[in-house]
């Protein structure tokens, strides 16, 4: 019921920027916590970072610590991933994601929405 869209993805090279989008819409985005997960080709999909709705407190995978970012808007209905500094291992389909209980701590794989992902690619 909950629908996720992300953008923002594209072709960057080593240590550029980039900013993804996760436009959410169904429920009451202000009651959750959303996150960021990804899947690079050959692996399993992966956190990547998350945010509370309770306080505004994040948690990150520690491959992107310091580098990436997230933030929401509510008023919006909107969450971001900042992404600095990027490396060719960050290549991957960025997905976003929802918990389907609201005032969720942490997040992993599985009890979440999702939205179709968007592709990041970092050439060296």
């Known amino acids: 019921q909950v629908q996720l869209v992300e953008s923002g993805g594209g072709l960057v090279q080593t240590g550029d920027s980039l900013r993804l989008s996760c436009a959410a819409s169904?429920?009451?985005?202000?009651?959750?916590?959303m996150g960021w997960f990804r899947q690079a080709p050959g692996k399993e999909r992966e956190f990547v970072a998350a945010?509370?709705?309770?306080?505004?407190?994040?948690s990150y995978a520690d491959s992107v610590k310091g580098r990436f970012t997230i933030s929401r808007d509510n008023a919006k209905n909107v969450v971001y991933l900042q992404m600095n500094s990027l490396k060719p291992e960050d290549t991957a389909v960025y997905y976003c994601?929802?918990?389907?209980?609201?005032?969720?701590?942490?997040?992993?794989?599985?009890?979440?929405?999702w939205g179709k992902g968007t592709l990041v690619t970092v050439s060296a």
């Open positions: 994601a929802a918990p389907f209980q609201p005032y969720t701590a942490t997040m992993g794989v599985n009890g979440n929405y």
């Open positions: 169904g429920r009451s985005f202000s009651s959750y916590t």
């Open positions: 945010m509370s709705s309770i306080g505004g407190s994040t």
